[in-house]
């Protein structure tokens, strides 16, 4: 069993959508990412959540620790929005990320 | 300057040639670090460097060798590679100590083909 895992892991969704990708992790952590990757490869960082929620324009992360669960919701999506979204979690007070499976995500017009 | 840079792009070698990969980061980041990604997998961690020395190897075959010369640059040479090695290398740096909790950058990583 990965010690991240993530649902669902393909998505398709209609403009204008609101879209949630959820990630639950069985280790300690310290932090948690949520990433963004294109074909083609380069992953943009899109949030660092260690308690609470945070919020960027159409996309709001959350993460509850006692559950360890944590949720990427994207308003209002677009195509653009398409793309793999990873969670990726740093182990407790080591320098390891670990990647969750990932889920691709298709939004059309 | 808040990107990591790798180089090459693309990079298609033999089975007995000598190659480097190349990673660059100026943020001041003490913590770099070595992926592997195969197609429509998430991202393998391979190497960790703290402050400049090797603090993590994945168990990672020694036809792959990582350095670090200084703590902006990050090198993985690879020596008699086989074609299922061929994958997306990523490298990634992030801040350590008091301030580790930052995000992590990445790089575009570089596409190598192994024939």
């Known amino acids: 069993k990965n010690e991240v895992e993530q649902s669902p892991q393909n998505l398709t969704a209609q403009e204008g959508e609101f879209i949630t990708i959820n990630c639950s992790y069985s280790?300690?952590?310290?932090?948690l990412h949520w990433l963004q990757q294109h074909p083609g490869g380069g992953i943009v960082s899109l949030f660092m959540l260690s308690s609470g929620k945070k919020k960027h324009g159409r996309l709001i992360a959350t993460i509850n620790i006692q559950e360890k669960h944590s949720s990427l919701h994207i308003t209002a999506s677009h195509p653009r929005d398409s793309a793999v979204y990873i969670c990726a979690v740093r182990l407790y007070n080591t320098d390891k990320l670990i990647f969750g499976t990932g889920t691709r995500l298709q939004v059309f017009p | 300057d808040t990107e990591v840079t790798q180089t090459p792009k693309h990079l298609v070698m033999g089975m007995t040639n000598k190659k480097s990969l190349k990673c660059e980061q100026h943020m001041g980041h003490r913590a770099m670090y070595w992926y592997k990604q195969k197609a429509k997998k998430p991202p393998e961690l391979m190497f960790v460097?703290?402050?400049?020395?090797?603090?993590i190897n994945e168990s990672v075959p020694s036809r792959f060798s990582p350095e670090c010369p200084n703590s902006s640059l990050l090198n993985l040479h690879l020596h008699a590679l086989q074609p299922e090695d061929s994958a997306l290398y990523l490298c990634?740096?992030?801040?350590?100590?008091?301030?580790?909790?930052?995000?992590?950058?990445f790089g575009q990583g570089t596409r190598l083909t192994v024939v």
């Open positions: 990634a740096s992030s801040p350590m100590g008091a301030t580790r909790n930052t995000e992590a950058f």
């Open positions: 460097y703290s402050y400049e020395k090797l603090s």
């Open positions: 280790v300690g952590i310290s932090a």
